[in-house]
């Protein structure tokens, strides 16, 4: 059985930094492409992915614009995100999502397996 486990997410203050922890279980970490989504009040956002093994493909979406830095540590079994500089618009439950691949996937409808997320809150 699966079991992905978010942490990290709290109230900072506008221009501040989080550091969001995912650990996965139950898959070949190794050999998974591994993401970061958000729910706001509108809608799901793609926000940050990996790729399998080594983390050598990364993508972003636009709106990270240099801010956020997604990595792994396959010995750990955890993915991290680092966001720095927070606009209170980056306030939102981030979800954790795993999927066995061979390359980085960006599209929620590809990922099987999810956490319960975290909440992240920025006040200006």
């Known amino acids: 059985q699966v079991s992905i486990l978010e942490s990290g997410g709290q109230s900072v203050q506008s221009g501040g930094s989080l550091r969001l922890s995912c650990v996965v279980s139950?898959?070949?970490?190794?050999?998974?492409?591994l993401a970061w989504f958000r729910q706001a009040p509108r809608e799901q956002e793609f926000v940050a992915a990996i790729?399998?093994?080594?983390?050598?493909?990364?993508s972003y979406a636009d709106f990270v614009q240099g801010r956020f830095t997604i990595s792994r540590d396959n010995a750990k079994n955890t993915a991290y995100l680092q966001m720095d500089n927070l606009r209170p618009e980056d306030t939102a439950r981030y979800y954790c999502?795993?999927?066995?691949?061979?390359?980085?996937?960006?599209?929620?409808?590809?990922?099987?397996?999810w956490g319960q997320g975290t909440l992240v809150a920025v006040s200006s």
């Open positions: 999502a795993a999927r066995p691949a061979t390359r980085v996937h960006t599209v929620a409808s590809e990922y099987r397996y």
């Open positions: 139950g898959l070949n970490f190794k050999w998974a492409s």
């Open positions: 790729s399998p093994e080594d983390g050598a493909s990364i």
